[in-house]
Antibody, heavy 119, light 110 residues
């Protein structure tokens, strides 16, 4: 059973880069039929899809964030990462890492989430 | 991409059935069979309840069902239970190969 755990700074200054990592356990991150992704949820608001990456590094991004977001995968460390550049207060949110077998547009395994505040 | 439209809140009494709608466009909900629903309890991660419009993942109660007509998808919960009280989000694949969520619906079990 795949298990995911987010890690990274809880506080980021405006205009800097937000960097988060998701550790994967219980399953090989190199498995060809898995997709790994990020979702965020601002305080008191709804879910927002950030993007997804395949085992081979093919990425899909939310167009509203596209120019500021990058997702990468490190199979040697069994983890994948999120970077958001030029952050503002609007990027304050709980960030969840997710996974799904076969497709990237559903998420059936979620991390517990990590709160990132931009201030 | 614009968020899918969901009612802000719905309510029902234990044992009753409720339906939550999710309206999009022909570029997302109406154009594909890739609609999903998520349940989120306070301070918890969301949980996948329905995928491919009407399929339930293993372990999800058959009290939860999904459907779609045109640009509107629906989640129906029958035999409401107190534990169903939560926020519900719909999601759809889009023609831009991205994913869009609805704004969320708060379900209150009276």
């Amino acid at each position: 059973q795949v298990q995911l755990q987010e890690s990274g700074p809880g506080l980021v200054k405006p205009s800097e880069t937000l960097s988060l990592t998701c550790g994967v356990s219980g399953h090989s991150i190199s498995t060809t039929n898995y997709y790994w992704g990020w979702i965020r949820q601002p305080p008191g608001k709804g879910l927002e899809w950030i993007g997804s990456i395949s085992h081979s590094g093919i990425t899909y991004y939310n167009p509203s964030l596209n120019s500021r977001v990058s997702i990468s995968i490190d199979t040697s460390k069994s983890q994948f990462s999120l970077k958001v550049t030029s952050v503002t207060a609007a990027d304050t949110a709980v960030y969840y890492c997710t996974s799904k077998e076969w497709v990237y547009y559903y998420m059936d395994v979620w991390g517990k989430g990590t709160t990132v505040t931009v201030s | 991409q614009s968020a899918l439209t969901q009612p802000a809140s719905v309510s029902g009494s234990p044992g009753q059935s409720i339906t939550i709608s999710c309206t999009g466009t022909s570029s997302d909900v109406g154009g594909y069979h890739y609609v999903s629903w998520y349940q989120q309890h306070p301070d918890k991660a969301p949980k996948l309840m329905i995928y491919d419009v009407s399929n339930r993942p293993s372990g999800i109660s058959n009290r939860f069902s999904g459907s779609k007509s045109g640009n509107t998808a629906s989640l129906t919960i029958s035999g409401l239970q107190a534990e169903d009280e939560a926020d519900y989000y719909c999601s759809s694949y889009t023609s831009s190969t991205t994913v869009v969520f609805g704004g969320g619906t708060k379900l209150t079990v009276l």
